[in-house]
Structures are given as C-alpha cells and as structure tokens.
C-alpha cells in the first residue's frame, strides 16, 4: 500500500535559519504530492502541491519537489520567520490521501 | 467565505455515552472524508464518502458510524465511545477523489473520553 515517510521532529530554528524536513513516499501508482501545514489550535492547510514528477511546488517562501528517482518530497525554506511555527504534515494523494506523522517546528526570535 | 465547519470543537464525555460531531461544508464539494490525529501517527482516515448516500471505511473504521443524507453534511457517529477514541479529528471536503484535488479541512473535534 502507499505510505509516506518524514523526519521526525520537533525541529527547532532561529529566524533567519534554513529549513529542510525529508519526506520520501512508496506508492504504487502515480500520485500527487502535498505538503499541508497545521498552526497551532487550527486544521490542516494546504502549503503547496506537486502532481507530477519533476514538479516544483511553492507558495510563502517554501518550496519542494516531486523527485520520481528517489521517491522524495522534501520540503525547503530558505530563512523561516517566528510565525513558520508549526506543524508540517506530506501527504500523497493516489485517489485516498496518506499522511505522514507530522513534524512540528518551531522558530525562536 | 469558503468553509468546513465541525461542532463541536472541544467535548469532554464519558465511556458509552452516544454523541455526534458534525461537519458541513459551503463548496458544494462531493467528496467529504473524517480523520483522526494521534501524536506520532499522522492522520488517519476514517470514513469517507464520494456523494451523497455513498459511504465507506477508511483506515480506521471500528468504532465509528457516518451518514451523507444531504450533499453539505457528513455527520460522525460515536455510538459507545471508548477511551481509545480520544483524539483529534477533522473533517475534510474536496471537489473529488482525484489525485491532485487538495482537501479542505475543518478546525478540528477535540474528544475526551473518560
């Protein structure tokens, strides 16, 4: 079956920092890739998306792309801000969406 | 402004007692599905439904009951709840299964069960 795979957290930055968390997948079909982001005391939005490979998704400074070879997601910031807090789920969505576990990240002043 | 809304946010109850989350959503979305989140275990589905009368399990459906009467409502049944089924839970609608279709989600249920 399809499975997503994250780095675990927590992470912890000073702003201004680079942000990376892995996220490699195993799926059988051809899915698409997500990234949604969990602020504290709300649900889930999506941060960006990918639906084929070689796609390069982005949106607020955060980038990833949809690499096949290597079946990865990763997610990127080049300088995270307090307010990046939060927790950062991949996903794949092959007709049923799987998330990972979730890696919470917080941004100290 | 464009939404899913689940009722109620926080509920503290106790084992056996039936109780109902709802969840409507405003986009006239088709598909609505129910998640829960567990610390280290990501979220995981529930139910979900493709449209209305159309309903199926997830990956973790014990325990649980849905209905999809209306298009706009996919209401979450706890029939006897157990401790194992404190949690967090969302509901999510999108405008189909289709694989590069985001979902939308509510601000999510907190459940305590004693």
């Known amino acids: 079956g399809n499975s997503v795979t994250q780095m675990e957290g927590p992470v912890t930055l000073s702003e201004e920092a680079f942000l990376t968390i892995n996220c490699t997948y195993t799926?059988?079909?051809?899915?698409?890739l997500f990234w949604y982001v969990q602020y504290p005391g709300e649900g889930l939005q999506l941060l960006l998306k990918?639906?084929?490979?070689?796609d390069k998704g982005s949106n607020k400074g955060f980038e990833a792309t949809y690499r096949k070879e290597t079946t990865s997601f990763h997610l990127e910031k080049g300088s995270v801000q307090v307010s990046d807090s939060a927790v950062y789920f991949c996903?794949?969505?092959?007709?049923?969406?799987?998330f990972g576990a979730g890696t919470t990240v917080t941004v100290r002043a | 402004e464009a939404q899913v809304t689940q009722n109620p946010r926080y509920l503290i109850t106790v084992t056996g007692k039936k109780l109902t989350v709802t969840c409507s959503q405003n986009?006239?979305?088709?598909?609505m599905s129910w998640y829960r989140q567990d610390p280290g275990l990501g979220l995981r589905q529930i139910y979900y439904?493709?449209?209305?009368?159309?309903?199926d399990k997830g990956d973790v459906p014990e325990g649980y009951k849905v209905s999809r009467k209306e298009k706009r409502n996919f209401p979450l049944i706890l029939e006897s709840p157990s401790p194992n089924q404190t949690s967090l839970y969302f509901c999510?609608?999108?405008?189909?299964?289709?694989?590069?279709?985001?979902?939308?989600f509510g601000d999510g249920t907190r459940l305590s069960i004693l």
């Open positions: 439904s493709m449209n209305v009368e159309v309903t």
């Open positions: 986009m006239n979305h088709e598909y």
């Open positions: 799926a059988t079909g051809y899915p698409s």
């Open positions: 999510a609608s999108s405008s189909g299964p289709n694989s590069n279709q985001p979902q939308h």
């Open positions: 996903a794949l969505n092959d007709y049923k969406l799987s």
């Open positions: 990918a639906t084929k490979a070689d």
